[in-house]
T-cell receptor
């Protein structure tokens, strides 16, 4: 158990809908990262927050957004969902903003039908 | 462009047959090289971080090494439970995100 908690574990939704994925980082970790893993693309970095502020942005679509709250949990919002958004979404956390020792959660399986 | 390349894509071993997995990376500005193990449908499990050429770390049957151009994950006398996908990822000084390779899918047959 990495200490990073993600909910829900599985989610099935229809095209055009909006979903929210939630992440609680390890105790004491201030940085939260979101990654997407699909069958054909491997692990792709989406976005990073540190202590409530956005720190780095990767290949995140405009239909997706994220935030980190004062209690350090984070949410990833996915809207206007398309079939191609079906993937495993991972949250990860680390103690600092430099990415040293990043621990991953178990992921949220999103299936768009 | 920052790149991480892993080889082979897949590896089948017999139980007890030692081997090595390779991870090569763009040379400039590496701050750390990470190894993770991932089981199907699960999150990557942290194994090691290496920070400088010549550094080695061990955990049970696994040993990770780092040179100026690549990293190796040596698996000694593997067991079937070592079957998984092994991912390496690079952390560059220019940022805080990990760039992952495509992984090596390891299967150890009894």
């Amino acid at each position: 158990d990495s200490g990073v908690t993600q909910t829900p574990k599985h989610l099935i939704t229809a095209t055009g809908q909006r979903v929210t994925l939630r992440c609680s980082p390890r105790s004491g970790d201030l940085s939260v990262y979101w990654y997407q893993q699909s069958l054909d693309q491997g692990l792709q970095f989406l976005i990073q927050y540190y202590n409530g502020e956005e720190r780095a942005k990767g290949n995140i679509l405009e239909r997706f957004s994220a935030q980190q709250f004062p209690d350090l949990h984070s949410e990833l919002n996915l809207s206007s969902l398309e079939l191609g958004d079906s993937a495993l979404y991972f949250c990860a956390s680390s103690v600092d903003t430099y990415g040293n020792t990043i621990y991953f959660g178990e992921g949220s399986w999103l299936t768009v039908v | 462009e920052d790149q991480v390349t892993q080889s082979p894509e897949a590896l089948r071993l017999q139980e007890g047959e030692s081997s090595s997995l390779n991870c090569s990376y763009t040379v400039s500005g590496l701050r750390g090289l990470f190894w993770y193990r991932q089981d199907p449908g699960k999150g990557p499990e942290f194994l090691f971080t290496l920070y400088s050429a010549g550094e080695e770390k061990e955990k049970e049957r696994l040993k990770a090494t780092l040179t100026k151009k690549e990293s190796f994950l040596h698996i000694t006398a593997p067991k079937p439970e070592d079957s998984a996908t092994y991912l390496c990822a690079a952390l560059w000084a220019s940022g805080s995100r990990l760039t992952f390779g495509e992984g090596t899918q390891l299967t150890v047959n009894p």
